[in-house]
């Protein structure tokens, strides 16, 4: 299985990172290097990331999972 590749050139994304403290960017900066070195399986297991459900947004599922 390959790594997660990340794609961070939304430009929202990038305002919302731009104004954050230092302290917060780079917090987020390594987040995002830990995501980018896993795999899909090795993130939903990893216990450290906490995920939020998303109910604005709605995917189809296929094969018992959501794309």
Known sequence: ???????????????????????????????????SQLTWEQLYKDQGLKWELIRSKQGKMVKNSIV
């Open 1 to 35: 299985m390959s790594r997660i590749l990340l794609d961070l050139n939304n430009p929202i994304f990038q305002q919302d990172l731009f104004v954050l403290q230092k302290s917060e960017a780079l917090a987020a900066l390594k987040i995002l290097r830990k995501v």
